[in-house]
């Protein structure tokens, strides 16, 4: 993106935009509010918030609207109240006014490619039922870092292939969704009909655009067909909840297996290594094998301490949980020296037992500490490993409960996370070397 697409909008542009903000204040009535949806549930392209609240961070207007007062941006005054209703039941045309004076201050550059009505991207999902639009508005708020000097832009580009796979399956997603739309107008599909919905809508654009295996479809067809779980054995759910945990976290781990690739790409031409027809492996991967392992019955983020310390660890010395539990920032005055360790290692034992569980801001102070003590570079790397073993570990227990409330507790649901978890080191592998292959 060229950095003009930084710039503000011109007068020319406002005038275009100010039109287009009138004509959608006319459609704003009592029965007819504006709001800002959070998105549909769509597995091949989800929700930012369902991703976003996997990583324990926040999308909504209010967390944008604070981040812009944080940074001291001139912006209209809109209350707590309006910020909530803009995300929910929706909004008068006041409360709309002031709200289209902050995307005019923060996000000039998706405006711009909304003025350009030259078929864009972000226009044409607008016109779709996807949520392409607000991934889209992410990738341009990306390439608009990418174009700030002021920025570390070795950091940034830890998230290109991120960024690419993100926009391409948005243009997969548009795309196929406009194919699909117009034979629907037509009336060549019946969208009453969930089985021909499956197989002539669904179905084709998963097997062209993912590597889901043969028994994921399976299991899809049969869950538009109306089958009873109840009427399952204990070994034919276990084989439906693992598929399922397959197709659902399928643009998950993708998500997940790009940004590590571009992590250990950019530490690979830091270290002029070249050795790439083999797959070279991050600390996701090796956290995720430590916790996938059979033998293995720690949490996600119990098992990724298990990789530091064997990463840290060498042939003379072995790192131990008490030599780790010392680089957790706590009150020295309120300790002597002896109980001030004894006190860090309590904690992190309830850490690993997931209680009081640090917030990013306390795992981002460990990791820092802990790369200045042992010599390591640590940008927000290892917080973003320990941002995803938290948030397996929490969606484990969400579908733990909610599994053993609907089908009883005769089912390991751990047992079947871990199988449909292990499918990370396909995704990797297949990213990796698209990435490094060029293509």
């Given at each position: 993106m060229?950095t003009?697409?930084?710039?503000p909008?011109?007068?020319?542009?406002?005038s275009?935009?100010?039109?287009?903000?009138?004509?959608c204040?006319?459609?704003i009535?009592?029965?007819n509010?504006?709001?800002?949806?959070?998105?549909?549930?769509?597995?091949?392209?989800?929700s930012i918030?369902?991703?976003?609240?996997?990583f324990n961070?926040k999308s909504?207007?209010?967390?944008?609207?604070?981040?812009?007062?944080?940074?001291?941006?001139?912006?209209?005054?809109?209350?707590?109240?309006?910020l909530?209703?803009?995300?929910?039941?929706?909004?008068?045309?006041?409360v709309f006014?002031?709200?289209?004076g902050v995307?005019?201050a923060?996000?000039?550059?998706?405006?711009?490619?909304?003025l350009?009505r030259?078929?864009?991207?972000?226009e044409r999902a607008?016109n779709?039922?996807?949520?392409?639009?607000?991934?889209?508005?992410i990738?341009?708020?990306?390439?608009?870092?990418k174009?700030?000097?002021?920025?570390?832009?070795?950091?940034?580009?830890?998230?290109?292939c991120l960024?690419d796979?993100?926009?391409?399956r948005?243009?997969?997603?548009?795309?196929?969704?406009?194919?699909?739309k117009k034979?629907?107008?037509?009336?060549n599909?019946?969208t009453?009909?969930?089985?021909?919905?499956?197989?002539?809508v669904?179905s084709?654009?998963?097997?062209q655009?993912?590597?889901?295996s043969?028994?994921?479809f399976?299991?899809?067809?049969?869950?538009?067909?109306?089958r009873d779980?109840?009427s399952?054995?204990?070994?034919?759910?276990?084989?439906?909840?693992?598929?399922?945990?397959?197709?659902?976290?399928d643009?998950?781990?993708?998500?997940?297996?790009?940004?590590?690739?571009?992590?250990?790409a950019?530490?690979?031409?830091?270290t002029?290594?070249?050795?790439?027809?083999e797959?070279?492996?991050?600390?996701?991967?090796?956290t995720?094998?430590?916790?996938?392992d059979?033998?293995?019955?720690?949490?996600?983020?119990h098992?990724?301490?298990?990789?530091v310390?064997?990463?840290?660890?060498?042939?003379?010395h072995?790192?131990t949980?008490?030599?780790?539990?010392?680089?957790?920032?706590m009150?020295?005055?309120?300790?002597g020296?002896?109980?001030?360790n004894?006190?860090?290692?309590?904690?992190?034992?309830k850490w690993f037992?997931?209680k009081?569980?640090?917030?990013?801001?306390?795992?981002?102070?460990?990791?820092d500490d802990?790369a200045?003590?042992?010599?390591?570079?640590?940008?927000?790397?290892?917080?973003?490993?320990a941002?995803m073993?938290?948030?397996?570990?929490?969606?484990?227990?969400?579908?733990?409960?909610?599994?053993?409330?609907?089908l009883?507790?005769?089912?390991?649901?751990?047992a079947?996370?871990k199988?449909a978890?292990?499918r990370?080191?396909?995704?990797?592998k297949y990213?990796?070397h698209?990435?490094?292959?060029g293509k």
């Open positions: 060229t003009e697409s930084n710039q909008l011109s007068i020319e542009e406002l275009q935009l100010n039109e287009i903000i009138e004509d204040a006319k459609t009535n009592k029965d509010k504006f709001k800002m949806p959070s998105g549909i549930n769509d597995h091949f392209l989800p918030d369902e991703i976003f609240g996997f961070m909504d207007v209010r967390t944008l609207y604070q981040t812009m007062i944080n940074n001291n941006v001139s912006i209209p005054q809109i209350s707590h109240g309006s909530h209703q803009l995300n929910n039941g929706g909004v008068g045309k006041g006014y002031k709200f289209m995307m005019k923060s996000s000039n550059y998706i405006l711009r490619h909304v350009s030259q078929g864009s991207w972000i607008h779709l039922n996807t949520n392409a639009a607000y991934w889209l508005g990738t341009l708020g990306y390439q608009q870092m174009s700030d000097p002021n920025l570390n832009q070795q950091e940034l580009s830890n998230y290109q960024a796979f993100i926009s391409s948005c243009h997969q997603d548009i795309i196929y969704k406009e194919q699909c034979r629907i107008l037509a009336g599909i019946d009453t009909n969930k089985l021909l919905v499956w197989e002539t669904v084709p654009l998963y097997r655009h993912t590597q889901l043969e028994p994921v399976t299991m899809l067809r049969h869950a538009c067909e109306g779980l109840g399952y054995s204990v070994q034919q759910k276990s084989e439906f909840l693992q598929r399922s945990f397959e197709a659902k976290y643009f998950l781990l993708n998500c997940i297996a790009c940004y590590e690739v571009g992590y250990v950019r530490m690979l031409e830091l002029n290594d070249t050795n790439t027809l797959v070279r492996k991050g600390f996701i991967s090796l995720l094998d430590q916790y996938v059979t033998e293995n019955d720690k949490t996600c983020f098992s990724l301490f298990l990789v310390k064997s990463n840290l660890s060498n042939d003379d072995k790192v949980n008490r030599e780790l539990a010392s680089y957790i920032k009150n020295h005055t309120a300790y020296e002896e109980s001030l004894d006190a860090q290692y309590n904690v992190l034992k037992k997931q009081d569980l640090p917030s990013n801001e306390r795992l981002q102070q460990f990791f802990l200045k003590a042992y010599g390591f570079n640590n940008d927000d790397h290892m917080l973003w490993v941002r073993a938290l948030g397996f570990d929490a969606l484990l227990k969400q579908r733990t409960d909610a599994i053993i409330n609907e009883g507790d005769e089912i390991d649901v751990t079947i996370w199988q978890l292990s990370y080191r396909e995704c990797y990213h990796f698209q990435h490094f292959s």
